[in-house]
């Protein structure tokens, strides 16, 4: 499932998210109220938990992009 507004794109996450994802998880200036930044293993172990809730409960996080910025993951919600 996909949902545009005029300003944002929220989509599912997928395993295309991952280089975006792993840039703001990685990140230990973002994370620092979390009790750690993510590795890539964890990193992708996240987004197929998400995947898999997706599956099994119909929801899950979702990526949310900037329309005016297609490289940039925005957030999570």
């Known amino acids: ?3 545009e507004t005029e300003r944002l794109f929220l989509q599912e996450m997928t395993s295309d998210d991952f280089d975006a994802l792993y ?20 990193v992708r172990n996240w987004i197929n938990k998400n995947r898999e809730r ?18 940039f993951m925005t957030g999570k919600t």
């Open 1 to 3: 499932m996909k949902l």
């Open 23 to 42: 840039a703001v998880l990685a990140d230990s200036d973002i994370m620092q109220h979390y009790p750690y930044a993510f590795d890539e293993a964890r």
């Open 54 to 71: 997706y599956r099994v409960f119909g929801f899950g996080l979702w990526a949310v992009w900037e329309l005016s910025r297609t490289i």
